[in-house]
């Protein structure tokens, strides 16, 4: 794998980098009020969307730049080097976008590609469930057919941005006769109806990042299947796949700033001199780039294969280790900032907590890089 840029690659990067110092984002807003942060984050996507920066990964014909891997990789290390907001709607995005790409009907892109791109509707992932977090396949939520629309009940739970979304990537059982993970659908739920009730989750951090959703006789038409009726397990696979890989840049860099911005704390304070601490920041300093070079294997196999791999779970899984490795760490070296309320540091510090269960839990994880990377056997539970 060659990391040395090519001359497009290079002009690229400058393009973008330039473009990202003559339009900072707007100052964010000091009170932290969830509802501002949402609107500034949403401008910031239409800045980003008029100037054709929004998703450069996306081919032309849907509003993209028509970007490579490596150039879609540049594009979130250059966003985390300018320390900029990632867009509103990320999550539409980098999952539901590229999965209407993927499994979609003509229709269904021509109608949701171009809101998702603008940031004009807002999207969410209504996967997990209170009973079925790690074991999507387990899922209870039920959508039964009536006429040409899909009634759906059931419960979601971890839906980031529910709050502020229009539409839901909604996987629901449709078949409870055969092998669950061949019963599952893919559906896109409107998010304003009356029968979809949205419950924000309070954090650590005083923040409502998540949600549960109770849903009771919600309507979904039929023309919002994705991927035809009983597929939803290998729709939902594209989604997760695009999950992990996508984000796996712009955390990798984000970790990176923070070890950066502690290492120049204990500069300042005099610590490395420490073997203690030294040997502690040279212990991260090897996890960030071995993430990161784990980062740019998953984009080859990318460019390689047409899709990212599982490996894609191995980033996310030492990212969350380290994230709260190093975020511990800052306690001793930053100092007393680190535990005020409100600080920038005691924020990280809080919410690294929730790393290793968000977005898989480091025990599923583990088991796909086990079984899926390594080729070990499943494990074997005895009755």
């Not at 409107?190 to 650590?204: N, T």
Request: proline fraction near 5%; include cysteine; glycine fraction near 10%.
């Amino acid at each position: 794998m060659d990391l040395t840029f090519s001359e497009r690659e290079a002009a690229f990067r400058d393009e973008l980098r330039g473009w990202l110092e003559e339009n900072p984002p707007d100052p964010k807003p000091e009170n932290g009020d969830e509802a501002a942060l949402s609107e500034w984050r949403r401008a910031w996507q239409r800045r980003l969307y008029d100037a054709g920066w929004a998703a450069p990964s996306w081919p032309t014909e849907y509003g993209g730049r028509g970007c490579t891997p490596t150039e879609s990789a540049i594009y979130f290390e250059e966003i985390g080097r300018a320390r900029v907001p990632l867009a509103a709607n990320v999550l539409g995005l980098l999952l539901g976008g590229p999965t209407l790409m993927a499994w979609g009907t003509d229709e269904q892109k021509e109608r949701y590609l171009p809101p998702i791109l603008s940031g004009e509707e807002i999207w969410c992932q209504g996967f997990s469930e209170p009973e079925a977090g790690s074991d999507l396949a387990g899922l209870k939520t039920r959508a039964v057919k009536d006429g040409d629309e899909w009634v759906v009940n059931g419960q979601k739970v971890w839906t980031s941005g529910a709050q502020v979304s229009k539409w839901c990537m909604l996987v629901a059982r449709t078949d409870t006769d055969v092998p669950k993970h061949k019963g599952l659908t893919y559906f896109l739920m409107d998010m304003e109806q009356d029968a979809v009730q949205v419950r924000p989750l309070r954090q650590i951090t005083g923040e409502a990042e998540f949600n549960e959703l109770f849903i009771e006789d919600a309507r979904i038409p039929d023309a919002n299947v994705v991927g035809g009726v009983g597929n939803g397990w290998q729709v939902a696979l594209t989604t997760l796949m695009n999950e992990r890989a996508g984000l796996g840049f712009a955390l990798q860099i984000r970790l990176r700033q923070l070890l950066d911005d502690v290492i120049e704390a204990a500069e300042r304070r005099g610590l490395l001199e420490d073997p203690l601490y030294a040997d502690a920041l040279a212990d991260l300093h090897m996890r960030c780039e071995s993430i990161r070079l784990l980062a740019w294997k998953g984009l080859s196999d990318v460019e390689r294969y047409g899709q990212p791999g599982p490996e894609g779970s191995l980033v996310k899984w030492l990212w969350s280790e380290t994230n709260q490795r190093l975020t511990q760490l800052s306690v001793d070296i930053v100092g007393t900032d680190v535990l005020k309320a409100g600080s920038d540091w005691s924020y990280e510090l809080l919410r690294a907590r929730g790393n290793t269960i968000e977005g898989g839990t480091t025990e599923v994880l583990k088991n796909i890089v086990a079984e899926r990377v390594l080729g070990l056997p499943r494990l074997k539970v005895a009755a």
